[in-house]
Structure formats: structure tokens, C-alpha cells
């Protein structure tokens, strides 16, 4: 079974390191991380990716501009949108790119609910044992 890769890219290094580590002791995946739009772009056009976790404010390039990015490339990617900017114009644009948005503060096992269960349709989900 392949082991899916999960890419979180956020410009705060605490939120990418704990939605790493949450992840990692939950399932078996490969853990990408990008600090602004355009490591994540670099991410998204050398890795294939299965979903991503992605902050709408960031540096250099913002999230809606990554999810444009992402379809010029012809890519498909489950992406949740994780972001602190309150707006229904974000909420709006997310929505136009068939992405789910949580708020900042976000629930770990909300994220995890919803990454865990794509995984579980596509066959990529391989849960890890307990220590």
C-alpha cells in the first residue's frame, strides 16, 4: 500500500510543527512543510501529494493564490483551509475552489477527522499502533 503524503503549509512554524507531529503519531504518512506560497508551490510541483493543509495569509504567495497555482498545474489535492482572517470573502473564494475551510483556532482532531477519512476513500489510510 502506498503511504500518502500530506503537505502543511503555514508561515507559523509552531502550527506546521504540531499538525506534524499530531499526525505522525496518528498514521503512517510522509509529512511535507512550507513556510509561504511559494515553498509550497515548489512542494506541490516536485511531490505528489494526496491533501494538503493549507493557511490562507502567508508571505510571498497567499493560499488562494497556491489553490490557483494548483489547478493551472492540473492537480487535484484534498485541501483544507486553515486560516485567521474572519471573512466571507475568504470563505466565498474557498467555497469557488471546492476546498473546506476551519477557522484559526482549529481542532486538531477536526483536521484529522476529515484528512483521515479522504485517506480512508482513496485506500491510503494505515493507521499507526498504539506504543
Known sequence: MNIPTILIA??????REHVRKFFE?????NILEAKD????????RDNSCD??????????KSGIH?????????KSIYTIVITGWDSDLVAE?????????LP?????DEVYKKISQF????????????P
Open 104 to 108: 484559526k483556532p482549529f481542532s486538531f
Open 93 to 101: 473564494e474557498c467555497v469557488k475552489r471546492d476546498v473546506e475551510i
Open 51 to 60: 491533501a494538503m493543509i493549507l493557511d490562507i495569509r502567508m508571505p510571498k
Open 37 to 44: 506560497g511559494e515553498e509550497a508551490l515548489a512542494c506541490l
Open 10 to 15: 503555514d508561515d507559523e512554524p509552531l502550527t
Open 25 to 29: 503519531r496518528r498514521i503512517d504518512c
Open 66 to 74: 497556491v489553490l490557483d497555482e494548483l489547478k493551472k498545474m492540473g
Open 119 to 130: 485517506l480512508k476513500k482513496k485506500g491510503l489510510l494505515i493507521l499507526k499502533k498504539e
